[in-house]
């Protein structure tokens, strides 16, 4: 079912997911965890495929925070890109290495897994090390002869780091570094203040990728104030398995089934899988 991709794929795949960032109609990623959730995603007209490096853990049997292992995420990247025709970006926590060079072995895995971008985040590493990083990403990609998109989270926001009076600035500053390092895009999740967003799109030269959910800018809302890319993040495994935990509770409740009447149709899903790429 699955094949493997071959470079001229990769190459049109990673100039299309390049140009797909705009703020005219910002690129819309709702985060796939493995195979079939993907290929749904895909069917219900996705232009890429991102996934969810928490989604991805989850569903191996490990949390989120760098602890999955390389080998195992790099073959879940491999089997998704395999199984869908457009664009994949793979999400990689902190690059699944210690130092800037175990991070370019794994970005070179993830190219050879036919992705065309990557998520790396900082967390709470200082920002210089994410530069190292970001730079070892350069020239792993530059090395394969791949138009990979590096896209750099910044988790000020979304992990509360520093003086809330400047976190903006600290956030700013980041992204200017990261920038300077080889950073394609940056990546700030934790916020959803519209005044906020449109001094970080003002402020940073190249696209600027939120998360949202619930309570957030609409995607149009959010491209009117400079954003080139929304992701949903773990959201949409989170609701995935709020549902299984729905029918579950219900079952051993009151007995019921009732909680299964959303579930997509038995025929349709299993044709979404029995395709052939």
Excluded: C
Excluded at 140 to 169: E, M, S, Y
Excluded at 239 to 245: F, I, L, S, T, V
């Amino acid at each position: 079912m699955f094949h493997s991709v071959h470079a001229h794929d990769t190459a049109g795949s990673g100039r299309l997911f390049r140009s797909l960032h705009t703020p005219t109609a910002p690129l819309a990623l709702a985060n796939a965890w493995d195979v079939a959730s993907a290929r749904v995603i895909e069917a219900a007209g996705a232009s890429a495929i991102a996934t969810t490096s928490a989604g991805v853990a989850w569903s191996l049997g490990a949390p989120d925070g760098d602890v999955l292992t390389r080998d195992a995420a790099l073959k879940l990247i491999a089997r998704i890109v395999a199984a869908v025709e457009v664009p994949v970006t793979a999400d990689i926590e902190g690059g699944f290495g210690s130092d800037a060079a175990e991070v370019a072995d794994a970005i070179a895995g993830v190219i050879a897994a036919g992705a065309v971008g990557i998520n790396v985040e900082d967390g709470t590493r200082p920002p210089a090390e994410l530069a190292r990083r970001l730079d070892g990403a350069r020239q792993a990609a530059d090395r394969a002869g791949a138009d990979l998109f590096v896209n750099a989270r910044i988790d000020t926001f979304l992990l509360g780091l520093g003086d809330p009076d400047t976190r903006l600035k600290e956030t700013l500053a980041r992204a200017h570094m990261y920038v300077d390092a080889g950073a394609d895009g940056v990546f700030v999740p934790g916020v959803t203040d519209t005044a906020t967003i449109a001094t970080l799109a003002g402020e940073i030269s190249v696209p600027l990728n939120i998360m949202a959910g619930p309570g957030a800018p609409a995607v149009a809302e959010l491209g009117a104030l400079g954003v080139a890319r929304v992701s949903l993040g773990s959201g949409v495994a989170q609701a995935a398995y709020a549902a299984a935990r729905r029918t579950a509770q219900e079952l051993f409740g009151t007995g019921g089934y009732d909680s299964l009447a959303d579930g997509i149709a038995f025929p349709e899903l299993n044709a979404l899988l029995s395709r052939s790429r």
